[in-house]
């Protein structure tokens, strides 16, 4: 198989991604509760769309917080054999670009529109369209929920450079650079927590030294970190 482009690694992409059955935790309730709903100020008449939602793990965690109003987008079809029937009734197995077309077409709109690990795959050109796009079927409080790799972040790279098909990546200063070039105002920038309660004591004491004594720390030490977006006031 020749490869030509960047895209064309999506081709056997599952031989590089791990599949695995969605099955939602109570650490995994914690996480998302801190990370997302509580940032986000969600509840259970939030209308959720989740962009790249892979096996639905996130899709699953709404359906167990009550929300009745979600749904995801997938372009590969074989997540769908890891999906609770549950939740593949949600999903749309196609094209981002495409489908995001068809919402606005439909006139559809969602309080909150979800990519997790999703927009770093993406070249800076295209991140900017994507939100533009994104703002079409967004309601007027709504908000954009972004987690990625943190550019800043010296543990970031084995997230960034683990895959082959990430195109962009993201400084704090830089993820808020192109969400204004978009009509987005960052709102809320939260680090990436992971680890038990020991490891986060060690690391904070450890990141709380590198900070005094390093001449340009970065804004955030975590490898990763969500942003929430929303869209600014006229």
């Known amino acids: 198989m020749e490869f030509k482009k960047l895209e064309d690694f999506y081709q056997v992409y599952h031989r590089h991604r791990t599949y695995v059955q969605a099955a939602v935790s109570k650490k995994h309730i914690r996480r998302f509760d801190k990370q997302i709903w509580q940032p986000a100020q969600m509840n259970k008449n939030t209308s959720v769309l989740e962009l790249g939602c892979g096996v639905g793990l996130f899709l699953a965690y709404l359906e167990a917080k009550g929300i009745k109003n979600f749904m995801g987008i997938d372009n ?87 895959d082959l ?52 720390p970065p804004p955030l030490w975590e490898a990763n970190m969500v942003v929430i977006l929303a869209q600014k006031n006229f």
């Open 165 to 216: 098909t990430h195109k962009a990546i993201y400084a704090p200063s830089a993820i808020e650079f192109v969400a204004k070039a978009s009509d987005f105002e960052m709102e809320r920038l939260i680090p990436v927590i992971r680890g038990n309660a020991i490891k986060q004591f060690i690391e904070k004491i450890i990141f709380g030294i590198l900070n005094r004594i390093i001449t340009y």
């Open 76 to 162: 590969d079809s074989r997540a769908r054999e890891y999906m609770p029937e549950s939740i593949s009734e949600h999903v749309i197995f196609g094209d981002i670009w495409s489908e995001i077309k068809k919402l606005h077409t439909n006139s559809e709109k969602f309080d909150c529109i979800v990519l997790l690990d999703v927009f770093e795959h993406f070249s800076y050109i295209e991140g900017q369209n994507l939100l533009v796009r994104l703002a079409n079927i967004l309601t007027p409080n709504g908000k954009i929920v972004i987690r990625i790799p943190n550019g800043s972040s010296p543990f970031s790279l084995q997230y960034q450079f683990g």
